[in-house]
Nanobody
Framework: VHLAESGGGLAQPGGSLRLSCAAS????????MGWYRQAPGKERELVAS???????EYADSVKGRFTISRDNAKNTVYLQMSSLEPEDTAVYYC??????????????WGQGTQVTVSS
């Protein structure tokens, strides 16, 4: 499975950004999709995940601010990020796997996209 990310960039505190991730290749192996992030000097953390019935899960640090969604027809997952904080600065990675449990150790990864929140 190939995951191609887009979006990201620079935002001011309180601002918004949207990330997109399009999956291609062995789509049948992709049921769960999600987003990880890794800030400098920190471990990679799972930010949000979504499964085909649109059930979602979020890290406590982003609940109420980030929204994950998917377009199954386009094999694309989105991460709408609002009320951004400097602590959200990180490289964001799209990830995919056969089920929600697999999101703890995904088999497929995107190349990563930088999100920087700064005034």
């Amino acid at each position: 499975v190939h995951l191609a990310e887009s979006g990201g960039g620079l935002a001011q505190p309180g601002g918004s950004l949207r990330l997109s991730c399009a999956a291609s290749g062995n789509i049948m192996a992709v049921n769960a999709m999600g987003w990880y992030r890794q800030a400098p000097g920190k471990e990679r953390e799972l930010v949000a995940s979504i499964v085909p019935n649109n059930s979602t899960e979020y890290a406590d640090s982003v609940k109420g601010r980030f929204t994950i969604s998917r377009d199954n027809a386009k094999n694309t997952v989105y991460l709408q990020m609002s009320s951004l904080e400097p602590e959200d600065t990180a490289v964001y990675y799209c990830a995919a796997g056969p089920n929600r449990a697999s999101m703890q150790s995904p088999g497929s990864w995107g190349q990563g996209t930088q999100v920087t929140v700064s005034s």
